[in-house]
C-alpha cells in the first residue's frame, strides 16, 4: 500500500479542482483511483483538520472534507485512516525504547467531524488563532543572547543533535526517578513524563532511558530525528546574515505533520516552503519518503506512476 501525506495547501488545491483536465486535476484522478483500486491510501492528518477549520467558506471546507475522506477511508462518515499527532508518536516510542518493545504504528483510525456552521468554525479556529498569537509572541519577546549563530549542535555527517529537547526530558525523568513532580520548566519534556508516569513505568524502565538519551538512541527515534533536522535548518535560517527567514506560526503545524509523514509515508505533497526546506536538509539521505512541492505536480504524477507500476 502506498502512503502519500498531503498538507493543507495541498488538498485545498485538490479539492478546488472540478475539472479532469490540468496537472491538479490529473493527480486528483490517479489518486482516486488508486484508492478504489486499493493501490494507496491518503491518511488525514490532526494538523490540516485543524487548519481547515481556518477556511471561511463553508462550501470550501466541506470540499476539503468531503475529498480527504475519500482518500482517506472506505466511506465519507465513517472511520479514517490518520497519522498520529507527532507528540503522541513521541510519547508511544518513547515508552516503546524504554520497555524495549515493538516501536508503535504511525497510524490510527479516527472520526472527522463535518464542520458545516460557520459560526462553529469560526469558533473553533479562533481558539487556533490565539494560540498561534501567544507563540508569535513568545518568539517576539525573545531576547537573543548571541546573533549570528544558532543554537544547534552537529554529530557526525553535519546531523543535528537534540540537545534541549534530550536535556528536558532527561531532567523529567530524573524528577521520576526522585519521586518528584515533572516542572513545565522543562516543557518539552513534562507532557512526556505526565504520559510515562500514566503508563507505570517502573525504575528500571526509567533508568534505561536516562542511559539511551545519554548515548543518543532517544534522538534516534525517527520522529524525534526527523523534527530535529527540520527546525536546526529552520535555526540555521533565522540567523542568515543575508535575508534571514522570519518565523512562521504555521511550522508549527507544518513540522509534526512533515516528521510524521519523513517516518511513514512514501509521497509527500506540500507547499514550496516545506518543499525547500526538505531539500534543505537534505531528508533523502535518510528517509524514503519523496518529497514534492504542489507546484510539482507533473514530477509527483511520474514517481506515483513508477510506484503504482509495482503495486
Known sequence: MIIVCLDQCAISQLAKSDRAGGSIGQLKEVLLQAVRELKLICPVANETIIETTGIKSAEERLKIYDLHSRLAGPQ????LLAFKNMWKMINEETLALARSGDPPSAFELLRWRRVDDDRLAAETWRGVVEGKERMLERVRSHKLAHTGNPLIKSGTKDVALATEHAGHVYRQVERLL?????EEDDQMGYELALYLRR???VRLELEKLKQDILHHRWEAIPVIFNRT???????TDFYRTDMPRSYKVNDEFDIPRLSVGLWSADVIITDSAMSQLCRAVKTDRWSTA????IREVPNALKHLASLLETR
Open 76 to 79: 465519507v462518515g465513517g472511520p
Open 178 to 182: 526522585a519521586g518528584k513532580e515533572p
Open 290 to 293: 519523496k518529497v514534492f512541492a
Open 199 to 201: 503508563q507505570g513505568v
Open 229 to 235: 533536522q527540520l527546525t536546526a535548518q529552520l535555526e
